[in-house]
């Protein structure tokens, strides 16, 4: 693995696990919005890095694109209320390593959240000052691999890396020509990655040792 010269990282499933206030937030935007069914805990992990309209049609398939966008905008607004709340897993290690890993590289990240939902992340953790930038899926709608190469463009990255936990993140880093590094303890599984880390101080142990 040559030298990166940056480090884009996934959100959900990567830095942090939010699942819980996710259900909470889906299942009252299910109520506001009249209808009558809920999402469990393991129906969003399975939903996890997919984009909003894929979410959407998973969560309520009998609903035209009107009502399921009613529903989006319930469910982000839920998701702000709930703000103050929430208590997010933030996995072992990620707030001492990203700021190990600014020492040396830039850092980026890139979700598939709604727009916000990064800086939610950034603010709960107190981390905005060690990104250079950021992209939601919220921002435009479009794919994380057309996202990547946003970033990748707009700030010259030569040899960036994306850091994610599903076989989606590692397909969307592939069609952006991006190498992926695939960290196991979070939400999904996949055999294409290049690199492959069991922990995030597994994960920081080796860039800063590069």
Known sequence: MWQPDSLIFDMDGTLWDNVDTYVIVWNRGLVRTGHQKTVTRDDIIRLMGKEARMMLQAVLPEGDIAAQDRLYESVIDEYQQM??????????????????????????????????????????????????????????????????????????????????DTDSDSHQSALAGIPFVFVSYGFGTTDHYQLRFNSFPDLVTYFVNL
């Open 83 to 164: 703000q103050k709340q929430m208590r997010p897993l933030i996995y072992e290690g990620v707030l001492q390593g990203l700021e190990q890993l600014a020492l040396t590289y830039r850092l980026f990240l890139l979700s598939n959240c709604e727009e916000g939902g990064v800086v939610t992340f950034m603010r709960h953790t107190r981390t905005r000052h060690l990104f250079l930038d950021y992209m939601e899926h919220g921002m435009n709608m479009r794919s994380k691999h057309h996202n990547l190469q946003l970033l990748k463009a707009k700030h010259g990255l030569q040899t960036p890396l994306y850091i994610g």
